[in-house]
């Protein structure tokens, strides 16, 4: 009961934190800061996949890290790129790959791209390592409370290094 609580404020304080406080319509978008949400994406990419590949690996008490480490590498690449395949696909009329996300007003991480990565991080990180731990269920809640910090962390990251504007 205990742990369904924590996983509930949780849940709740992340979606708190990732809903969009203001819509603007009929307006256009302009990037104030030099740099992009998709300028910082390597970066906190490679500090995702660590804490992901860490508290997985400590939780679970995995003995592969090297197939830790490509689950969690393959299953972050599928999450981190979607957004924007989805972004580009739904304005590919404005021009280039480049130019939407130039001038899009998404931000990488957000309420949708929680549940994004949820729904398809925890599937390939559990079917690709349940065999090789003890506890299956210790891996999906694991796995789950891993990508909440780290889409939480890249949320404040993202929030603080790149800013925009509606004129």
């Given at each position: 009961m205990i742990n369904d609580r924590r996983i509930n404020v949780l849940i709740?304080?992340?979606?708190?934190?990732?809903?969009?406080?203001?819509v603007y319509a009929d307006s256009?978008?302009?990037w104030?800061?030099?740099?992009r949400p998709f300028d910082i994406l390597p970066f906190v990419s490679i500090g995702t996949i660590l804490i992901e590949v860490m508290w997985i690996r400590n939780a679970t008490r995995m003995k592969e890290l090297g197939k830790v480490v490509f689950v969690v590498v393959v299953a972050n690449l599928v999450s981190f790129v979607a957004p924007y395949v989805i972004d580009y696909l739904s304005m590919s009329w404005y021009g280039s790959f480049f130019d939407v996300i130039d001038s899009s007003p998404i931000f990488t991480v957000n309420v949708g791209f929680l549940l994004l990565t949820l729904v398809v991080e925890i599937p390939i990180v559990y079917n690709l390592l349940k065999k090789c731990v003890a506890n299956k269920k210790m891996l999906?809640?694991?796995?789950?409370y891993a990508n909440v910090a780290t889409t939480v962390m890249v949320v404040i990251v993202e929030r603080l290094i790149c800013s925009g504007s509606w004129i």
């Open positions: 709740i304080t992340a979606l708190i934190l990732l809903i969009p406080h203001a256009s978008w302009y104030v800061s030099e740099t999906m809640w694991h796995t789950l």
